[in-house]
């Protein structure tokens, strides 16, 4: 691995390396490519998915109770949207 620090969580905003190399052989986008953790990115297509009227907020909330993640770690517009959601 190497100490090149190539991507950024869209979570937490924390740099880590992927290889891109490996990332582009695949058919499909990797976890890896937009997030630091696999935590991190069950967080992700859950915003996704509630920002974009796929989940209501109760469905959200529900689902946000069995990802494991610390708030505090998260970018201001991550935790602007778990805000509402947890209203």
């Known amino acids: 691995m190497s100490d090149n620090l190539n991507h950024r969580c869209l ?8 290889c891109d190399d490996c990332l582009k052989k695949r058919s499909f986008t990797p976890w890896r490519s937009i997030t630091d953790t696999k935590e991190h990115y ?10 974009d009227g796929r989940l209501s907020r109760a469905e959200a909330r529900e ?3 069995r990802i494991e993640f610390s708030p505090e770690e998260c ?4 935790r602007q949207l778990l805000n509402e959601i947890m209203e």
């Open 63 to 65: 689902k946000l109770s």
């Open 11 to 18: 979570i937490c905003g924390r740099r880590y390396y992927a």
């Open 75 to 78: 970018l201001e517009s991550v």
């Open 42 to 51: 069950q967080l992700y297509l859950l915003l996704c998915d509630y920002r």
